[in-house]
């Protein structure tokens, strides 16, 4: 069985991310009481609090509530780069769209970093933002033509761009491109920087759960447990939106997992670095007291590897043949289109999504709460059609499509058929009470959840390492004791004794 608290140097293994490492905040209270407002947002993560900080000078009077806490989604388990060199993502545009999209993907992208660099300074947010060179690259000699395509379309947009054999970076390269103005910074620093000035303008309510949404008239009606939010317009920046169309999302985004260390090293280096193709292998560097290098492997759709002790244990092998010493150690799970487009814009009247971000969404986000903004106060912006939620797919969806549903049947079915996998420690045992799956998980305490996912009926996951219930299909995740901890699901997986 894989031990994961220590590592061979004895360097003690935290099973978080590094962006959770000294950040200490208050917690905004939860609703308490019904409330009418212009602008509802729905997630706490860096979507939501950006878009709220668009708003923060119009005359709308906007409310932000978040399930949870504030930043400790997606937002604090990213890399954090700020970076339009992503992988041959030109080059997919043009292949399904046209080179006029790409060019437009990639003004969005560059306007985005300029956003979050300009806030940086105006606002004075000490987030470790940073200038440095980015690099994609391949250790396949059949790749080397898709990278010159990029390069080739990223030169055309006037977009300088160097080619290099070998990479700043001990892992093998027969080719790779890189430009010189992308960034780095540390997300959470900078959402709670912007949750800091939104305070005296914005209501911020955490821990406060959005489980219904009824249209009514001109207004919306969003329910949580125990009050209700009336509202204009309304804005779903949640990883998994689920409100009013429970089989929107499933048909046109699957969830992706990867796999992140973080180690602390000797010397520091401005760059990043990417793979152009999967296995994907993606690198950066983060100063603050020490040094870290922030490596990512093994993605791959949720539903197609469910073996998180293999897929942990190999990039603990990984890091270990680049002689990194690991001191943090967590997933992430991203929203892929199949279009690779994010999904950003009005989905009805005055309701707005803001999601799928291809795992780019430090700037899609950014880019998404300048679409949002302008579509709140009636402006149009020249990025609504390219991301436009209801658009019509380009030439990749049908293969990505079907693809994918074939993953998704065969792991849903063969998670139904064999419950207790062969990795699984002996610490879990599962039994049926009332003809209903039941899973008991023993350390300290007895841990008892039902095992299947209440948004679609997935067979869960158990994540050894970070201790939590995983659903494969659409990235729930409830914690040792059932309470779920990130949607889609509404509910609780606890286990409640029938009589």
């Given at each position: 069985?894989?031990?994961?608290?220590?590592?061979?140097?004895?360097d003690?293994?935290?099973?978080?991310?590094?962006?959770?490492?000294?950040?200490?905040?208050?917690?905004e209270?939860?609703?308490?009481?019904?409330i009418?407002?212009?602008?509802?947002?729905?997630?706490g993560?860096?979507?939501?609090v950006?878009?709220?900080?668009?708003?923060?000078d119009?005359?709308?009077?906007?409310?932000?509530?978040?399930?949870?806490?504030?930043?400790?989604?997606v937002?604090?388990k990213?890399t954090?780069?700020?970076n339009?060199?992503?992988e041959?993502?030109?080059?997919t545009?043009?292949?399904?769209?046209?080179?006029e999209e790409?060019?437009?993907?990639?003004?969005?992208q560059?306007?985005?970093?300029k956003?979050?660099?300009?806030?940086?300074?105006?606002?004075?947010?000490d987030?470790n933002?940073?200038?440095?060179?980015?690099?994609v690259?391949?250790?396949k000699?059949q790749?080397?033509k898709?990278?010159r395509?990029?390069?080739?379309?990223?030169?055309?947009?006037g977009?300088?761009?160097?080619?290099?054999?070998?990479?700043p970076?001990?892992?093998?390269?027969?080719?790779?491109?890189?430009?010189?103005?992308?960034?780095?910074?540390?997300?959470?620093?900078?959402?709670?920087?912007l949750v800091?000035?939104?305070?005296?303008?914005?209501?911020?309510?955490?821990?406060?759960?959005?489980?219904?949404?009824?249209?009514e008239?001109?207004?919306?009606?969003?329910?949580?447990?125990?009050?209700?939010?009336?509202?204009k317009?309304?804005?779903?920046?949640c990883?998994?939106?689920?409100?009013?169309?429970?089989?929107?999302?499933p048909?046109?985004?699957?969830p992706?997992?990867?796999?992140?260390?973080a180690?602390?090293?000797?010397?520091?280096?401005?760059?990043?670095?990417?793979?152009?193709?999967m296995p994907?292998?993606?690198?950066r560097?983060?100063k603050?007291?020490?040094?870290?290098?922030?490596?990512?492997?093994?993605?791959?759709?949720?539903c197609?590897?469910?073996?998180?002790?293999?897929?942990?244990a190999?990039?603990?092998s990984?890091?270990?043949?680049?002689?990194?010493s690991?001191?943090?150690l967590?997933?992430?799970?991203?929203?892929?289109?199949?279009?690779h487009l994010?999904?950003?814009?009005?989905i009805?009247?005055n309701?707005?999504?803001?999601?799928?971000?291809?795992?780019?969404?430090m700037?899609?986000?950014t880019?998404?709460?300048?679409?949002?903004?302008?579509?709140?106060?009636?402006?149009?912006?020249?990025?609504d059609?390219?991301?436009?939620?209801?658009?019509?797919?380009?030439?990749a969806k049908?293969?990505?499509?079907?693809?994918n549903m074939i993953?998704?049947?065969?792991?849903?079915?063969?998670?139904?058929?064999k419950?207790?996998?062969?990795?699984?420690?002996?610490?879990?045992?599962?039994?049926?009470?009332?003809?209903?799956?039941?899973?008991?998980?023993?350390d300290?305490k007895?841990?008892?959840?039902?095992?299947?996912?209440?948004?679609?009926?997935?067979?869960?996951?158990?994540?050894e390492i970070?201790?939590t219930?995983?659903?494969p299909?659409?990235?729930?995740?409830?914690?040792?004791?059932g309470?779920?901890?990130k949607?889609?699901s509404?509910?609780?997986?606890?286990?409640?004794?029938?009589?």
């Open positions: 069985m894989l031990k994961l608290y220590h590592n061979k140097k004895g003690i293994v935290i099973k978080k991310s590094i962006w959770l490492e000294g950040i200490k905040r208050n917690i209270k939860p609703l308490e009481e019904d009418e407002v212009d602008v509802l947002i729905i997630g993560g860096i979507t939501g950006s878009c709220a900080y668009q708003l923060k119009s005359d709308l009077k906007v409310c932000l509530v978040e399930r949870n806490e504030i930043g400790l989604g937002t604090s990213t954090a780069k700020l339009y060199l992503q041959t993502i030109y080059s545009i043009e292949e399904n769209y046209s080179y790409a060019a437009l993907y990639l003004k969005a560059r306007y985005a970093i956003m979050i660099k300009d806030i940086v300074q105006k606002e004075k947010i987030c933002f940073e200038k440095v060179s980015s690099y690259f391949t250790d000699k790749e080397i898709n990278i395509k990029e390069m080739s379309i990223l030169s055309s947009l977009q300088k761009v160097e080619e290099n054999k070998e990479i970076f001990p892992l093998k390269s027969v080719y790779s491109i890189h430009v010189n103005d992308t960034a780095t910074f540390h997300p959470l620093k900078y959402v709670y920087s800091d000035l939104l305070k005296e303008k914005i209501s911020i309510y955490e821990n406060t759960e959005i489980y219904k949404i009824k249209k008239k001109s207004f919306y009606i969003c329910h949580t447990k125990n009050h209700q939010i009336k509202a317009y309304v804005v779903l920046a990883h998994y939106p689920f409100f009013l169309f429970p089989y929107f999302m048909i046109k985004t699957y992706e997992k990867s796999y992140i260390v180690s602390k090293i000797e010397e520091y280096k401005k760059n990043t670095l990417i793979t152009s193709g994907t292998k993606s690198v560097y983060y603050d007291k020490e040094n870290y290098l922030i490596y990512l492997s093994n993605s791959h759709p949720s197609d590897d469910v073996d998180t002790i293999h897929n942990f190999s990039i603990m990984e890091a270990k043949e680049m002689n990194c690991i001191s943090y967590w997933s992430n799970e991203d929203l892929i289109t199949f279009d994010p999904l950003i814009g009005t009805k009247e309701l707005f999504l803001a999601t799928g971000y291809n795992t780019w969404g700037t899609n986000a880019i998404a709460s300048y679409i949002l903004k302008n579509a709140i106060l009636g402006q149009n912006t020249e990025y059609s390219l991301f436009n939620p209801l658009r019509k797919n380009g030439k049908t293969k990505s499509y079907t693809k993953k998704n049947a065969k792991g849903y079915i063969e998670n139904k058929v419950v207790d996998k062969p990795w699984y420690p002996n610490t879990l045992t599962f039994k049926k009470v009332h003809g209903k799956k039941i899973a008991i998980y023993e300290e007895k841990h008892m959840v039902y095992t299947k996912c209440p948004h679609m009926g997935c067979e869960l996951i158990f994540n970070e201790k219930w995983d659903c299909c659409h990235a729930s995740r409830f914690d040792l004791d309470n779920c901890i949607g889609p509404l509910y609780n997986i606890s286990y409640k004794k029938e009589r």
